[in-house]
Nanobody, 120 residues
């Protein structure tokens, strides 16, 4: 069993900042990639940023300069720092981890989703 706990969402005014956190724990043998996705109302889920030991941290071009992904590998936790938030950043944000389960099989784990609302 894998437990995923997201935190840090909420309501913020345009131009404000939020920091999302997501901790994975439980039956995980190895981690390959950690990521954040988001899904706005009426839209498809989209990739926000990824981080791995092999490729480093990457943010989607449209969000570069405002969003930054980072990790605390020792705690299997991924963060998303969001600055200069805009109205169209309003979405449910999901953390994601790809790795190996205890049977050395590829697996993907998702957070439950956390609401971020940007409004004045």
């Amino acid at each position: 069993q894998v437990q995923v706990v997201e935190s840090g969402g909420g309501l913020v005014q345009p131009g404000g900042s939020l920091r999302l956190s997501c901790k994975f724990s439980g039956s995980i043998f190895a981690v390959n990639v950690m990521a954040w996705y988001r899904q706005a109302p009426g839209k498809q889920r989209e990739l926000v940023a990824t981080v791995s030991s092999s490729t480093g941290a990457k943010t989607e071009d449209s969000l570069k300069g405002r969003f930054t992904i980072s990790t605390d590998n020792g705690q299997n936790t991924v963060f998303l720092q969001m600055n200069s938030l805009r109205l169209d950043d309003t979405a449910v944000y999901y953390c994601n981890e790809e790795g190996l389960d205890p049977n050395i099989r590829r697996a993907t784990w998702w957070g439950q989703g956390i609401q971020v609302t940007v409004a004045s």
